[in-house]
């Protein structure tokens, strides 16, 4: 009794919506009359939690223990949800080729999406108006802007990469996420909205950030944490950059030819244009979608080649040999003729995709493999755990091994078994943009510095946030001082 009056009200109230939620959940449980053919479940013994400490941990391993014993189909459940995983390019097919009104992405989604990028854009319209605004995208993300963008991306890393020094031991997930908000947002959003992204809109997008969180995700939105209200304050400063930008060109009397323009001159199928909110939403969600992805890619890459010496001085020898023993500014051109970087770059996306899980909500019962899924479930394929499988990557599927894509078979694999950019109706549309941006960087980095692990200390991966970083990214680089 001396224990109870010891706690606060708030964990009073905390612990008493929990044991409620708990208890509602096993009569719903009890109650509930089980459809047929469910997929094999992954059992638990604790109500509404279920796996989620098991999963959140070790994913992976967890993941891959229940394909094992389980096959290409199974379900467990996770903070009062059924999650039903899809396992292998034959299963996988069904999220990828399922129409949005029987497996949908908005409602996974948009929870954590519209609070950052705002109303009227991504999850938060019908899916055929954001097919509408991909296509908007794709006008906009064109070889003749890529051939612009490459010497900016360029100029932006040398910059940057100056308050390096010569040597050092550096956290390189800081440095690469800092310099891809720069390069992305000259690159996709356009020189007035570079030109003001000093430190204070800075931490704005990094309070923006924080939004895409698990809280985010699991808790209510109401919720007075001081992490949604960060978001939501840092997302109405921002608009109001965006609005400023866009009404200064909107009165520029010339074009200029870039991502705000073609969002400024597309219009939907009614003949509509986009209203200033919808442009400074869509700017918003290019440069999230981008962010981590590339930050992370990159980070990993510089991992893998710190540890692969070898590789890293075959690459250095391929900038000399494709673009000239004295290193002359890159050109778009050029990327294409990289062809040891593009392998190890897309090994690094097969070993550590950055999107880990895409995920749906069934809406009407879907056949695979002989199981019905019920409405309800959330309906996921991993990346990570296809780009693992042994009966497709072999047994050496953890090593990286960049000219495994040299050989036919892998370059032949089953549709869905090499996925880091999804696939479908869903499918990224940020692939060219992204390698075209990681390329350059890397090309600086390459040119500029050697890269070492420290000490040996090869990062594990954070699975506390919401797309896997590395863990402790600390790595040790020196001036390249001679040319191999
Ligand atoms: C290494 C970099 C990137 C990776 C690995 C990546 C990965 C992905 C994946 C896996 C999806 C599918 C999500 C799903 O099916 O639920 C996706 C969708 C998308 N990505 Fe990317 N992405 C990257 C970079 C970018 C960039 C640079 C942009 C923008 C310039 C971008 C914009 C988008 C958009 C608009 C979608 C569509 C979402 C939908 O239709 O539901 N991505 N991306």
Redesign the pocket.
């Known amino acids: 009794m001396d224990r109870i009056q010891d706690c606060s009200p708030t964990t009073l109230v905390l612990v008493t919506a929990v044991v409620i939620l708990v208890v509602a959940y096993m009569f719903k449980s009890l109650l509930e009359k089980k459809p047929e053919n469910l997929p094999p479940e992954v059992p638990s013994s604790i109500p509404w939690l279920g796996q989620a400490v098991s999963f959140g941990q070790r994913p992976l391993e967890f993941l891959t223990e229940a394909y094992e014993k389980h096959g290409a189909v199974f379900s467990f459940t996770m903070v009062g949800k059924t999650f039903t995983f899809l396992v292998g390019s034959e299963a996988s097919a069904l999220?990828?080729n399922s129409k949005n009104e029987n497996l949908n992405?908005e409602e996974v989604?948009s929870k954590l999406t519209t609070p950052v990028f705002g109303r009227g854009v991504?999850?938060d319209v019908p899916?055929h108006i954001?097919?509408e605004q991909?296509k908007m995208?794709k006008t906009g993300?064109n070889i003749a802007r890529f051939k612009q963008h490459v010497p900016m991306i360029e100029e932006e890393t040398v910059e940057y990469f100056k308050r390096w020094g010569d040597a050092g031991e550096r956290d390189i997930f800081v440095a690469l996420s800092e310099l891809i908000i720069l390069t992305?947002s000259r690159c996709?959003h356009g020189k007035e909205i570079r030109s003001v992204l000093n430190e204070e809109v800075a931490q704005l997008y990094s309070d923006l950030d924080g939004g895409f969180s698990h809280a985010a995700w699991l808790l209510p939105g109401w919720l007075p944490l001081p992490s949604f209200r960060k978001r939501d304050a840092a997302h109405k400063a921002i608009k109001q950059v965006f609005y400023k930008a866009i009404a200064k060109r909107r009165e520029s009397q010339e074009k200029e030819d870039d991502m705000l323009q073609t969002l400024l001159d597309s219009t939907y199928k009614t003949g509509r244009h986009l209203t200033d909110d919808e442009v400074a939403g869509m700017l918003l969600?290019?440069?999230m979608?981008?962010?981590h992805?590339?930050s992370?890619?990159s980070a990993w890459l510089a991992f893998f080649l710190a540890k692969n010496k070898d590789i890293q001085d075959q690459l250095y020898e391929e900038q000399v040999s494709v673009c000239g023993s004295d290193l002359p500014p890159l050109q778009y051109d050029q990327l294409k003729d990289l062809t040891l970087l593009d392998r190890c770059l897309k090994e690094t996306?097969r070993l550590r995709?950055?999107?880990m899980v895409?995920?749906?909500e069934c809406k009407t019962p879907q056949k695979v493999k002989g199981y019905t899924i019920p409405p309800g479930h959330q309906v996921c394929v991993s990346?990570t755990v296809n780009h693992s499988l042994k009966d497709q990557w072999g047994q050496d599927n953890d090593q990286f091994r960049p000219d495994r894509f040299l050989s036919d078979e892998t370059s032949n694999s089953e549709k869905f078994a090499y996925?880091?950019?999804?696939?479908?109706?869903?499918?990224?549309?940020?692939?060219m943009?992204?390698?075209a941006?990681?390329k350059t960087i890397w090309s600086v980095l390459l040119r500029k510095y050697e890269f070492d692990l420290v000490d040996g200390y090869f990062p594990s991966v954070n699975y506390t946030t919401m797309i896997h970083t590395p863990y402790k990214p600390v790595i040790r680089y020196k001036k390249r001082s001679r040319p191999l």
């Open positions: 999220l990828f992405a989604y991504a999850y899916n954001f097919l991909k995208f993300l992305a996709l969600g290019l440069l979608a981008g962010q992805t590339s992370t890619t996306l995709p950055p999107i895409v995920m749906r990346p996925i880091p950019f999804g696939a479908g109706r869903h499918r990224c549309i940020g692939e943009f992204a390698y941006q990681i």
